[in-house]
């Protein structure tokens, strides 16, 4: 099983959109069963009395604008953001970052990268380094969708599925 977790800094957009278009990429491909995917944060902003918040309706928005959340699989509904935690090092095999920010905030959180598990999302693309586009401050949801999906294709493509 592969396991991949991606990460940004509230778990409220970025994150769990990858989440969800990914779990909807996979589902359609029917390899679901050869993964485990979750989201995270780096930050507890988003989280209050140990409950996080939901996916911020404009994510949310944008995921059903593309049909994603239908199945069980893809229902976003109950997704709540939770922080990354040193465990989760251990646990996944892939941890995706939307920005460099987000890497360096999870190192803190982690501990070194030993095993090279830690990478961006768009290192993936044909544009490695680069970050999600962060639609907390441009509010454009649907960038923040094709940045990712850019990602998540060559993400795909780079396990040879």
């Not at 800094?9 to 050869?34: L, Q, T, V, W, Y």
């Not at 953001?81 to 905030?105: F, G, K, P, S």
């Amino acid at each position: 099983m592969i396991k991949v977790l991606f990460v940004c800094h509230g778990n409220i957009c970025r994150s769990p959109m990858a989440e969800f278009m990914f779990k909807d990429m996979i589902e359609k491909r029917g390899i679901r069963e050869m993964f485990e995917v979750a989201s995270a944060a780096t930050s507890t902003e988003e989280i209050w009395g140990n409950v996080g918040n939901p996916v911020y309706p404009p994510a949310q928005k944008e995921l059903r604008r593309h049909g994603i959340g239908k199945t069980a699989y893809t229902d976003f509904s109950g997704k709540r953001a939770v922080q990354v935690t040193r465990r989760d090092y251990e646990h996944y095999d892939y941890i995706l970052c939307a920005d460099n920010m987000n890497i360096r905030n999870t190192l803190r959180i982690t501990g070194p990268d030993t095993e090279g598990k830690m990478h961006l999302i768009l290192d993936y693309s044909q544009r490695p380094g680069n970050s999600i586009s962060d639609p907390w401050y441009t509010g454009d949801f649907g960038t923040t969708y094709e940045d990712l999906k850019e990602g998540l294709e060559g993400f795909l493509n780079y396990l040879d599925l």
